[in-house]
């Protein structure tokens, strides 16, 4: 069945809804939210239905169903568990030439209610002809997570500007150009900002200006630990956006697929005695790309304020003037603790935690090591793996025990993800010995030792049998001194 697509005003139209139940009530609410004038027939209904009626939104008919309740009626909706019943709805309804849907039966159907995406005043529908309807909620929930919010007011504030957008550009090419910058430019960033009056602003600008000329921006964001299922709605979006994508080594493959697919991609990781590009190279790339007009995602693994040297990008761009935004993403504490069964906080074990980058030995060389040696906090330990043992080192010598549980999570959140686990006293050796690379996190601290007892993602921990458990008693011992790991690229 191939159906006619049509949007239907129904404002101050008398729609008839024919039963009372679950069902009825979530089509009249859907229709009383397009401004129709609403009866429903039915001997009882149920107690939504009745506070509607109180309230004077709607109008009830009890009783069973007589031909009359059809006078009047722009469009009709059998919703009773009855098929006999909205059999004869459907045919006193289609002899009086009038439109219904009988709910859940497309032969009886004269049209079809379809799966809605409401950015109002930007409406999207999803109809299978009635072949499949939660293939349709499918395809809705998908484009769910592509649309943005903002769509609504970007379309609200092209109606108030259509007069003026086509006295100014008469020519349909110069106009759809100003369309797609109006669309994609500026203005759109800011409204998906949620700063209207500067949105407003920037568009009586475009509208003033001589030539339509293609407006370059960034949008930082952060592509979380590695799973795509992890990457937020926004970041999605600013990847089918994006004509440009400049990412880190880190991000994983599976999130690079949701990108669009004509987007350049250029890659700009930095690894420990491996850089691929310096922070300068990566500042020039996005001046470049930006300046030429191009929509660019500057895409970071976990999060770019933790540790990922967001804010010094954002400097760069504000100093020459780029429009930018930020998406944030799950930085690698979070991820690897959630998948590794670790809580980052316990009521009874720890009551802070402390992010912590290792990566260097300057890096180690600046922490406040006593502070960070106290018991009854966790630290989780970004980009360690290289200093392990100048870490260890460090917290024991100054007061941390050498039980101390730690767990070593490796890949957190992907498929290859491990686990190791163990005490301060052993963490070098142990990392050694199960040759652990980065992308790695360490947590270290009480509550590490429940990574035994709460895995639940990828394969058991090493070196703690699962379900052991917690030990949390700490003892002090005398500071060791352990081997350095070798540096691994």
């Known amino acids: 069945m191939k159906l006619y697509p049509i949007f239907a005003d129904l404002a101050r139209r008398a729609v008839l809804v024919v039963g009372g139940g679950a069902v009825a009530e979530r089509k009249a609410t859907a229709l009383l939210a397009a401004g129709a004038q609403v009866t429903v027939g039915a001997p009882t209904v149920t107690p939504g239905l009745q506070r509607l009626v109180r309230q004077g939104r709607l109008a009830h008919r009890a009783g069973e169903f007589s031909p009359a309740w059809l006078d009047y009626a722009w469009l009709v909706i059998a919703a009773t568990d009855d098929h006999a019943l909205n059999a004869r709805v459907a045919e006193l309804a289609a002899l009086r030439r009038v439109f219904v849907n009988v709910v859940d039966d497309a032969g009886l159907s004269s049209f079809q209610v379809p799966a809605v995406i409401d950015r109002a005043p930007l409406v999207v529908a999803i109809s299978s002809g009635g072949a ?16 943005d919010h903002s769509l609504g ?120 005695g491996n850089h691929h590009a310096t922070q300068d190279e990566i500042h020039a790339l996005l001046l470049e ?51 590794a069964g670790v809580p980052l906080t316990h009521r009874d074990h720890a009551q802070s935690v402390r992010f912590v980058t290792a990566h260097c030995r300057e890096s180690l060389d600046v922490l406040d090591w006593r502070a960070l040696a106290q018991e009854r906090q966790t630290l ?12 260890q ?31 301060l006293a052993d963490l070098s050796e142990r990392a050694e010995a199960h040759a652990v690379h980065s992308p790695a996190l360490l947590i270290l601290g009480e509550v590490a030792v429940m990574a035994g007892r709460l895995a639940w993602f990828g394969a058991p921990p090493v070196g703690e049998a699962p379900g052991a458990p917690p030990r949390l008693r700490t ?15």
């Not at 761009?317 to 944030?328: F, K, Q, S």
């Not at 024991?396 to 959140?413: D, I």
Request: proline share 5%.
């Open 380 to 391: 989780a330990v970004y980009m360690g793996v290289a200093g392990l043992a100048d870490l």
């Open 475 to 489: 003892v002090r011992a005398a500071p060791i001194t352990a081997q350095p790991v070798r540096r691994r690229a």
């Open 132 to 147: 499949a309807p939660m293939l349709a909620r499918l395809v809705r929930e998908r484009l769910e997570t592509l649309l």
């Open 153 to 272: 007011p970007l379309a609200q504030l092209a109606a108030r500007l259509r007069k003026r957008i086509r006295r100014r550009h008469p020519d349909l090419a110069a106009r759809r150009r100003f369309y797609t910058q109006l669309f994609t430019g500026p203005v759109a960033a800011l409204l998906r900002k949620g700063q209207t009056a500067q949105a407003a602003a920037a568009a009586e600008q475009a509208l003033r200006a001589a030539v339509v000329e293609p407006a370059g921006s960034v949008v930082l964001v952060g592509a979380g630990p590695g799973d795509p299922g992890l990457l937020t709605l926004r970041g999605l979006r600013a990847l089918n956006e994006a004509d440009v994508i400049l990412h880190d080594r880190l991000v994983s493959a599976e999130v690079l697929e949701l990108a669009r697919r004509d987007a350049e991609r250029i890659e700009v990781g930095k690894q420990a």
């Open 289 to 339: 790309h930006a300046q030429a007009g191009r929509r660019v995602v500057r895409l970071k693994g976990g999060d770019p304020f933790v540790f990922g040297r967001g804010g010094e990008e954002l400097e760069f761009l504000r100093d020459h003037g780029i429009p930018y935004e930020v998406v944030p993403g799950i930085t690698a504490a979070l991820a690897c603790a959630a998948h």
């Open 393 to 423: 080192r460090q917290l024991l010598a100054h007061g941390r025990a050498a039980t101390t549980p730690f767990a070593l999570v490796e890949n957190g959140s992907r498929t290859n993800q491990r686990v190791v686990t163990g005490t």
